[in-house]
């Protein structure tokens, strides 16, 4: 297993990238900076798995929480409203603050 | 010629089904009598699984915690299969509404809620909940107040997500099984609200 960078609380940016694939990562969320919820564990790569990899060595799995206004910049709601997204690893850089 | 009028000839995802499957059965890595099983299976599941899981945790606070610590560890308590996913499950409170979808497919609790309904599958409510979940919601006739908190949960990867509504008032006292009888689909969505009926 791919060793945890990232832990509860830890802002990240998800990368702005756009390579081909089964990619599971939205378009809607990349380049979107949010908080890590939590720790989903490890999942063989889904990009790899879709060319008929094994996936390994499994990916750390996160939940991030998006604040939706950051997301939408026409949102109508609140700043309490939030996406959350399960995004792996290697899409995932630290935030600053 | 007339006859052509009814013909209605098989989509393109229908006809790939069709033919993969008759190729596996015809390459001998499965039989029909496998496919139909699992396909029997599938149907027999229904979101009457989901609401025995939401009526115990209402009734059992122990098993409430136990439930959104560990959904999959909760379920195979309650003697429910939950293969090979983990159940993240997420509660409604009088601060926070939750709702899910899967943006990129369908992914969908179904060893608790079943098959998905179309709805949940359109291109519409998945490009339009993740960024208009109000607007989406009041289309369903689920109005949720501006100071309640909308929290939209994209089933991206391997966890499938299930929401644990609030107990209506006018339940006290209820068993379980009454309970779980007011507990809809759409309510484990998020898209509706549990109502005493």
């Given at each position: 297993m791919v060793e945890v960078k990232f832990r509860p609380g830890d802002r990240v940016k998800v990368m702005k990238a756009y390579p081909l694939g089964h990619i599971r990562t939205p378009y809607y969320i990349r380049g979107c900076t949010g908080v890590v919820e939590r720790v989903c564990g490890a999942f063989p790569n889904p990009e790899e798995l879709a060319q008929m990899r094994s996936g390994l060595p499994a990916q750390p799995l996160y939940r991030v929480r998006f604040v939706q206004s950051d997301v939408w910049p026409d949102y109508r709601g609140g700043r309490d409203d939030t996406l959350d997204v399960e995004i792996f690893q290697h899409w995932l850089d630290k935030a600053a603050g | 010629m007339s006859e052509l009028g009814k013909y209605t000839p098989l989509t393109y995802f229908q006809l790939m089904e069709v033919s993969l499957r008759e190729l596996l059965v015809e390459k001998g890595v499965v039989s029909d009598t496998d496919v139909d099983a699992v396909a029997a299976d599938m149907k027999s599941r229904g979101p009457e699984r989901g609401a025995k899981v939401v009526a115990r945790a209402w009734t059992d606070p122990a098993f409430k915690r136990r439930l959104l610590a560990d959904g999959t560890a909760a379920c195979v308590e309650l003697g429910l299969d939950v293969p090979a996913l983990r159940l993240v499950v997420v509660e409604n409170t009088p601060e926070v509404h939750n709702v899910i979808v899967c943006t990129l497919c369908s992914c969908y609790p179904r060893m608790l809620l079943g098959l998905p309904p179309d709805w949940y599958k359109s291109s519409n409510y998945r490009k339009r909940v993740v960024r208009e979940p109000r607007a989406v919601l009041a289309e369903f006739g689920t109005r949720i107040p501006d100071e309640v908190a909308i929290r939209v949960h994209d089933s991206t990867a391997d966890m499938r997500y299930m929401v644990l509504p609030m107990r209506p008032a006018?339940?006290?006292?209820?068993?379980e099984e009454r309970l779980a009888g007011i507990v809809s689909r759409d309510a484990m969505v998020g898209v509706a609200l549990a109502q005493a009926t």
């Open positions: - | 006018g339940t006290e006292g209820w068993n």
